[in-house]
């Protein structure tokens, strides 16, 4: 299993339903047999540029392992979910084992 990292930000007209969206999230994770280390939330945030036409986004980043092979399903959850406007997911170097 490798280490990820997973920062994502949620649409911000969806904060009444924020536990929900990130709990769609880990529970993705670990139907695909992945463990979840910590999910941090970090809260509405100002992005750096407008991203579909949204000034602010709520900001939460998720650390579990996963095997190499389930990634891809991960970031076609992500990909199609329409309430994450954007996402990065990165293996943590020195974490893997």
Not at 26 to 52: C, H, M, V
Not at 66 to 79: G, N
């Amino acid at each position: 299993m490798n280490t990820y990292e997973c920062t994502f930000i949620v649409n911000p007209e969806k904060e009444e339903e924020i536990e929900e969206i990130l709990g769609s999230v880990t529970n993705f994770i670990e139907k695909q047999k992945g463990t979840i280390g910590n999910l941090d939330k970090w809260g509405i945030k100002k992005l750096a540029y407008p991203i579909e036409g949204y000034e602010n986004g709520y900001y939460a980043v998720a650390n579990f392992k996963l095997e190499p092979k389930r990634v891809d399903s991960i970031r076609d959850f992500l990909k199609k979910n329409e309430n994450i406007i954007r996402y990065l997911l990165i293996v943590k170097e020195g974490k893997n084992g």
